[in-house]
């Protein structure tokens, strides 16, 4: 069984900076797994953020591309840079990883950004 934590949200200014954490139970960063981070907004649907599966294998939303790092394929943390905020990243996130066939989810963090 594992569990993901995250941490590290709160309140910021448009243009300021958050660096959000996941840490797991178990050993489950690591390369060849799948790991990432999703968001969800009031009234919305929970998107993908960044998703990565080496150091050599990252992807992100366009609407955070430039802006936001994720790292931690082979670490004891998953984590989440997010530089340059703007008010539309408002939202829960939620970290993510596939080991095997199963998949398991944290709890949110609350991520807002004022104007």
């Known amino acids: 069984q594992v569990q993901l934590v995250e941490s590290g949200g709160g309140l910021v200014q448009a243009g300021g900076s958050l660096r959000l954490s996941c840490a797991a139970s178990?050993?489950?960063?690591?390369?060849?797994?799948?790991m990432g981070w999703y968001r969800q907004a009031p009234g919305k649907q929970r998107e993908l953020v960044a998703i990565?599966?080496?150091?050599?294998?990252i992807n992100y939303a366009r609407s955070v591309k430039g802006r936001f790092t994720i790292s931690g394929a082979n670490a004891k943390k998953l984590a989440l840079q997010m530089n340059s905020l703007k008010p539309e990243d408002t939202a829960v996130y939620f970290c993510?990883?596939?080991?095997?066939?199963?998949?398991?989810w944290g709890q949110g963090t609350q991520v807002t950004v004022s104007s």
């Open positions: 990565i599966n080496s150091e050599t294998s």
């Open positions: 993510n990883a596939i080991a095997g066939t199963r998949t398991y």
């Open positions: 178990g050993s489950i960063f690591i390369n060849g797994n799948t």
